[in-house]
């Protein structure tokens, strides 16, 4: 699997955009995007993903550069339930994930 | 999507025993994955559980240590042998199933076990 580099922490305002940015410059063709999230105690939570083109879903916006080698996640209006670990992995499917340090978000009132 | 139910949530264990930790999910699958999160820390893959054969286990992870059994496509069980302090952490189940109307797939996670050896 591709490697990924995350910022280690980010703080966002509650209620404003959450941009959490990842490199993953050795991406094959073939490899997904993938954006997952820890909320403290808790399991990894999906949030979204990608091949390519830009997704969106009731989460979370996914933007893919043109190139793939980086990528943003987008929490268009954070709220304090959205501080949790989140993890950028690209992969093929039906491959373990290999998860990385991520990004500590912490959403402040 | 799949529903997964991990057994026990949480347990204070002796140095020395064993534990067995169940993973039961609410439809058939067929990649199951045993991952180790130490306080702090992020999540390490043990191993992959596999139907009908032994399971397959990742760098610094061994049968001994780590028994797995996956009987049937709905479950699977993990267990930490002779624990010691250094066993403390949480111990997730997770699954792969193919997201509907692609080749790609998604991973669910149960929550956990939280396991404390004294």
């Known amino acids: 699997d591709a490697k990924t580099t995350q910022p280690p922490s980010m703080d966002c305002a509650e209620g404003r955009a959450a941009n959490l940015p990842c490199n993953h410059s050795t991406i094959s063709g073939n490899e997904y995007v993938y954006w997952y999230r820890q909320i403290h105690s808790q399991g990894p939570q999906y949030i979204i993903h990608?091949?390519?083109n830009n997704e969106t879903n009731e989460m979370a916006s996914l933007i893919i550069t043109e190139d793939r080698k980086s990528s943003t996640l987008i929490l268009p209006h954070a709220t304090l339930r959205d501080t949790a670990v989140y993890y950028c992995i690209v992969r093929r499917g039906y491959q373990k994930v290999t998860f990385g340090t991520g990004t500590k978000l912490q959403v402040i009132p | 999507s799949a529903v997964i139910s991990q057994k026990p949530s949480r347990d204070i264990c002796q140095r020395g025993t064993s534990l067995t930790i169940q993973c039961q999910v609410d439809s058939q699958v067929t990649m199951m994955f045993w991952y180790r999160q130490q306080p702090g820390q992020s999540l390490t893959l043990i191993a992959t559980a596999n139907q009908g054969s032994e399971a397959t286990y990742e760098s610094g992870f061994v049968i001994d240590k780590f028994p797995i059994s996956r009987p049937n496509l709905t479950f699977s069980t993990l267990t930490v042998s002779n624990m010691s302090p250094e066993d403390s952490s949480i111990y997730l189940c997770?699954?792969?199933?193919?997201?509907?109307?692609?080749?790609?797939?998604?991973?669910?996670f149960g929550q956990g076990t939280r396991l404390t050896v004294v």
């Open positions: 997770s699954v792969e199933t193919q997201k509907t109307g692609g080749l790609n797939t998604e991973a669910f």
């Open positions: 990608g091949l390519k």
